[in-house]
């Protein structure tokens, strides 16, 4: 049953009493107005979906109640009837803004196609709407986007402890999102409003991390001719993201546990300097095993259980593979405003076939370079290809730096399908690459025919070139 409300406003009353039985028998709610006047005071009472107006009408004609109504409700679907012939005036009715226009006599089947399709639009408009606000109910300070299940627990997760003042500790793979999880926090916390200060604990020298994070005082070392406030002060009343903790070495690992449990800083070479003391929220992030370097002696144990109160783990691309399409939708669109386009391509059902079979071992990160790659390869609108990298395309059950279970938000049926699809992938690179990229080998090693592995290739998008050996 259609619930649309359509008012038609029609001073021929047998023209009117057919167009609302047409709509009636199709399930439609259709009302008549007999001219214009009335059928303003009718919109006043009714929140009409859509509005069919006569253009020829004593009084008020249809063109001057367009001008009103559109005023009034600017989205209002509105569908103007000409005499036959009077496309003229049908241009100036679209010119308006108009909807769309019918020609006089009316034929039921051409009224009923475009009524249809008005409101299938309107139905795809509010769809594209509802998911832009669904969005951007997870748009924190950097873009993080996904409806898998692991994806809201993550988000409720982030709501949870950007409440409080506890030390965050984000775990996951590399090019997962662990920094805009980090942000996140922040930006939905008290402390949002002060310094939000991040050190790559990786990128910086060790001989130089201490005074990175510490600071240090005039004369500390050679080159140290004015004091210089750490890290650590600079983000007095705000945050501290220490990324990539897991590469601090050691000796300063014992001063931040110190610095942490006494709530006080030491500039280097500091004498008479009195101490800091500092108000700063904690929060780290690695792509390491913390547990299996502190068995190795690499991390301290007493500062783990300082910096893990809570521990959030970012999930790998390939166990919430549902948020593909989303994510690859938002990055089509921001690369394409990036480099100035004026219409965004569209990824073919194919395409996107291939990128939910991808193991993703870069996540997150190598979605988006693929994404601008294919856009680079394919200028044209419409992407029928992804340029995979076979450097990048590691297998998804290679050693992990951390641990990933099985998705059990899924099905089994669907778990099943994820693994062989892995399986067979990574099967077929490897006879490809024992073979020298020859499909009638690999078709001979493989038990199948030539054709299988061709169609297997295209849905898994592997090209024989990248297998073969160069010399």
């Known amino acids: 049953m259609n619930m649309h409300e359509i008012l038609i406003v029609e001073d021929d009353i047998n023209s009117a009493q057919l167009i609302v039985r047409i709509l009636e028998k199709e399930g439609y709610r259709a009302a008549h107005a007999p001219n214009a006047g009335q059928g303003l005071e009718m919109l006043n009472q009714t929140a009409y979906d ?17 001008k009103r109504v559109k005023n009034r409700r600017p989205d209002l679907l509105t569908v103007m009837v000409t005499a036959y012939g009077s496309i003229g005036t049908a241009v100036s009715a679209l010119k308006l803004g108009a909807d769309d226009f019918l020609e006089k006599p009316l034929i039921p089947e051409k009224l009923l196609l475009v009524v249809r399709k008005l409101f299938e639009e309107l139905r795809m408009k509010n769809e594209i709407n509802s998911l832009k606000n669904h969005l ?50 922040h930006h939905h916390s008290h402390r949002k409003d002060q310094p939000f200060v991040a050190i790559n604990c990786a990128a910086v020298p060790e001989n130089l991390i201490e ?49 942490l449990n006494d709530k006080q800083i030491d500039r280097l070479g500091s004498r008479t300097y009195s101490p800091v003391s500092l108000d700063i929220r904690i929060i780290c992030a690695t792509n390491k095993d913390l547990p299996r370097l502190i068995a190795a002696g690499e991390f301290r144990m007493d500062l783990f259980y300082r910096i893990n109160v809570v521990n959030i783990v970012v999930p790998p691309l390939r166990e919430r593979r549902e948020d593909i399409p989303l994510l690859a939708d938002f990055f089509l669109k921001r690369i394409t405003e990036k480099k100035g386009g004026k219409t965004n391509p569209v990824i073919t059902d194919h395409a996107m076939s291939l990128m939910m079979a991808h193991s993703w071992p870069g996540n997150i990160r190598e979605l988006e370079n693929i994404i601008e790659r294919a856009l680079i390869l394919n200028p044209g609108p419409v992407i ?57 080998d690999t078709a001979k090693q493989a038990g199948v025919d030539v054709r299988t592995i061709h169609r297997k290739m295209k849905k898994l998008g592997l090209d024989k070139w990248d297998y073969k050996h160069t010399t």
């Open 136 to 185: 951007a109910k997870y748009y924190y300070s950097g873009k993080i986007i996904g409806e898998h299940p692991k994806m809201q627990h993550l988000f409720r997760m982030i709501e949870s402890v950007a409440r409080t003042d506890s030390a965050v500790l984000v775990t996951g793979e590399t090019g997962t999102g662990k920094d805009l999880v980090c942000r996140a926090i």
């Open 50 to 66: 859509l509005l069919i107006i006569d253009i020829v009408m004593p009084g008020m004609d249809g063109l001057s109640l367009l």
């Open 384 to 440: 029928e290809q992804m340029p995979f990298s076979p450097k990048m395309n590691f297998s998804a059950t290679a050693p992990r730096t951390i641990a990933s279970p099985p998705d059990t938000a899924l099905s089994l049926k669907e778990v099943t399908r994820q693994s062989l699809v892995r399986i067979e992938r990574e099967y077929l690179q490897a006879v490809l690459k024992k073979f020298n990229g020859s499909i009638k």
């Open 211 to 259: 005074s990175e994070l510490f600071g240090y005082e005039r004369h500390a070392f050679s080159g140290a001719d004015k004091p210089k406030a750490g890290k650590l002060e600079q983000a007095q009343g705000g945050t501290v993201f220490l990324d990539e903790v897991g590469d601090m070495p050691k000796p300063v690992q014992a001063k931040l546990l110190r610095t």
